[in-house]
């Protein structure tokens, strides 16, 4: 019962979908002939490729950058991490599919070569070989590291036609959802969620999504690779919680991907404070920016924020690198909010060079209402920052929440490490800063 009370709405919406896939399916192989039911390798590939248009759908549900589709997911930055989960999962469902297609050939007195190679036999045959390789070669290309951040989300928004497709030819030769209305009914209704996420996200977004106009009000470099914007509200400011995100647009330049950064000033400070780590063309950009400019910010997005553990005392925040900066934010929220908490906050780096925003936390630990401990963290001189290093000084366990932000490695480093200590997986929130 523990394990799955510590589920996320993410998981359980998953579980739900596929759980209702399955059930569709059997009843409608049970309402087909008895010898056609459930005998032979076709009735469990089909099943599979329903399997895989239900997470195609949800994971194109869960990247919607909608604010009330998030909550399903417990915040963008954990459906974006569902995503790169799932997505291989999802893409393995439909190799298998057309694999569980060869033996039937085979035992039928057919080849191999009718369902791997394309315009070899019939157009379904081909449909599958056609959908296969394409599926290689995108998840290839989707999940190689070397990609940049922009040419990995114009990868991705081509899942839209790829799902599009694989739902098609499930659709009008699948033969258990053409003979269950119930079970065609709900591919149907995955297919236009699915469908509708993705037009939205990849085709209308920058037109048709909410979005606050701001002025650029300052640019300050934090470090040689870190640059902060200070922004001012030219009409409604947002409203957002401590910790969350944003995406950004320079209105008038060449249309490109939004970015997301981190929110570093309190939801109480009229002016919003973005940090942001200059590694890309984008990013080097920021540097250049002047007063006045207009930014379109889209948001706010994520739950990696305190207010999910609005029931515990003590927390223990790490933040390594650029993963400091949710924790600026939520540290200059502790400055006005008067909520009296238990807080250990380290930020760790390689070298004091490298911790741009040492001063500001410095500087901010005596005025917060909370009773806080600060320490920066030098790898190049103490090593590698350990779970069993931050519980010597926060013993006993009892009630103590862990936040994380960093690299994806040190994340999950950090997260076994915790829980190998005792601390409940559902009192730990991570967020990786590779957002993608």
Known sequence: MRLLSGLSPAWWLIGAGLAITTGLWAAGRASMPV?????????????????AIALMSLLLLATTRSRSIEPLFGGLDRAVRLHRRLGPVTILLVLVHVALYI???????????????????????????????????????????????????????????????????????????????????????????????????????????????????????????TVDLVLRPKARRMIYEPGTFVFINRPGRRRGELHPFSVTSSPAERDLRLSVRMVGDFTRDLAALTPGEPIEVFGPFGGFTPHRYGTHRRLIWIGAGIGITPFLGMLRFETTNDDFRRIWLWYVVRDADHAPYDAEIAEAVPKADSYIDYELWLTSERGRLT????????????????????????????????????????????????FH
């Open 35 to 51: 010898e056609a039911r459930f005998t032979g390798w076709l009735p469990p590939s089909l099943l599979i490729s329903c399997w």
């Open 103 to 225: 033996p039937q050939e085979l035992a039928s007195g057919g080849s191999a070569a009718n369902i791997l190679i394309p315009f070899w036999s019939s157009p379904a045959a081909t449909m599958n070989a056609l959908i296969l390789y394409a599926l290689i070669i995108w998840t290839a290309l989707a999940y190689s590291r070397r990609l940049r951040y922009e040419r990995w989300l114009s990868l991705h928004g081509m899942l839209g036609p790829i799902f599009f497709i694989t739902s098609g030819h499930a659709l009008t030769l699948g033969p258990t959802i053409q003979a269950f209305e119930p079970l065609r009914f709900w591919i149907w209704a995955l297919v236009l969620i699915g469908a509708a996420s993705w037009v939205y996200r990849v085709l209308l977004y920058r037109w048709a999504a909410p979005r606050y106009p701001y002025a650029v009000r300052e640019v300050v470099r934090g470090s040689e690779d």
């Open 387 to 434: 779970a069993a290093q931050v519980m010597e000084a926060v013993y006993p366990l009892e009630g103590v929440a862990v936040m994380l932000c960093g690299r994806p490695q040190f994340v999950r480093d950090m997260v076994d490490q915790f829980i190998a200590l005792g601390v409940p997986r559902d009192r730990i929130i991570a967020e990786d800063f590779h």
